[in-house]
């Protein structure tokens, strides 16, 4: 360390004062000691914010667990109902694939739309009507993902990713466009367009193998008759359900079902009977049973019960006749029994 001597040869050396290098080095001390602040302020700050982690109960309470899912091929994936959508989604590439794109674990669960989390991101995947024109990121901008017609949007929170799978127009029924979001569950939500992109063209493949184009929608929601073999319609695209119903209307009636009239919306007309499955309906008020189902038996038709939610999955049965009967005959191969 510098003496009093040594300064006062610097200031004869150089004919400057020697307060001037004795302030120099006081000067010197306090930067030294600002930075020191400022870098324990930074790790103090670190040490404060929370260790990003998964949630400890999975799935959520508005979610459902992953199930076995019969998956489409083609365009179908833009013809599911919602929750079976999500079910595909989440399974339509394996787990490994889902981490090495998100980078870390990820948990996945089903409802309204494939949700999936990791310790850093919040990641939903879903069908809808049509690429959005405003999201809560802003105005999307159009670009291609996986060679298809997309939107995108992003700011600070994250990603909002449209692409156009097959082109169907919005009003007639079907949801071709998969809809993916990821935003950050910390304070930084890091790469969330790259996530984005790569996530929705991991789906795509995964949920658009070889397969058939989705029918011809009339106005009215009409679709051509197509004749498949018997089978049960879970989890099935909308107008194979419509197919099937019009088959075991056939049966139930005793006639060919040449003449049917399948819908988009998993529905057929046939001699004057009508059939329609429905993912939510409003609620059964059973007051018989059918195929050892509750069933709602009234001047209206029948109303069959598919699961313990009355204001889920129904069967509906309308027309002339013993619809009854004719329900008790087409309920059971509609259901796989």
């Not at 120099?24 to 600002?34: D, E």
């Not at 490994?96 to 089903?110: K, S």
Request: with cysteine.
């Amino acid at each position: 360390m510098a003496t009093p001597n040594d300064y006062r040869a610097i200031a004869r050396k150089t004919d400057r004062p020697m307060w001037i290098w004795a302030g120099c080095a006081l000067v010197s001390v306090l930067l030294l000691f600002g930075v020191g602040i400022v870098v324990a302020i930074t790790l103090l700050n670190q040490n404060d914010e929370p260790e990003a982690k998964l949630p400890e109960t999975w799935p959520s309470t508005s979610g459902q667990a992953l199930r076995p899912v019969t998956m489409p091929t083609g365009e179908m994936v833009a013809a599911l109902t919602r929750e079976t959508g999500a079910q595909v989604l989440c399974q339509a590439i394996p787990e490994q694939r889902w981490e090495e794109i998100l980078g870390g674990r990820t948990l996945r669960e089903a409802g309204g739309s494939c949700h999936a989390v990791t310790a850093r991101l919040d990641v939903s995947a879903q069908m809808i009507p049509a690429l959005p024109e405003d999201t809560s990121r802003g105005v999307p901008t159009k670009t291609t993902v996986a060679g298809k017609l997309a939107v995108i949007a992003t700011d600070k929170d994250g990603t909002s990713l449209g692409v156009e799978l097959a082109e169907v127009a919005p009003h007639n029924g079907a949801s071709p466009v998969l809809h993916v979001s990821v935003r950050g569950r910390t304070a930084e939500g890091p790469e969330a367009e790259q996530k984005a992109r790569a996530l929705a063209e991991a789906l795509i493949a995964g949920a658009m193998p070889p397969g058939p184009k989705l029918p011809k929608i009339g106005e009215d929601g009409e679709i051509p008759l197509e004749k498949i073999e018997p089978g049960p319609i879970k989890d099935r695209p909308l107008p194979v359900i419509s197919w099937l119903l019009c088959g075991e209307l056939g049966r139930a009636l005793g006639v060919p079902s040449d003449t049917a009239k399948p819908t988009f919306f998993a529905g057929c007309e046939l001699n004057g009977v009508t059939a329609d499955y429905s993912e939510l309906s409003s609620a059964v008020a059973p007051n018989t049973t059918i195929a050892g189902l509750p069933a709602q038996l009234d001047e209206r038709g029948v109303v069959v019960q598919l699961t313990d939610d009355p204001e889920g999955q129904t069967l509906k049965f309308k027309g002339a006749g013993d619809l009854r009967a004719l329900a008790e005959k087409a309920v059971p191969p509609l259901l796989g029994r």
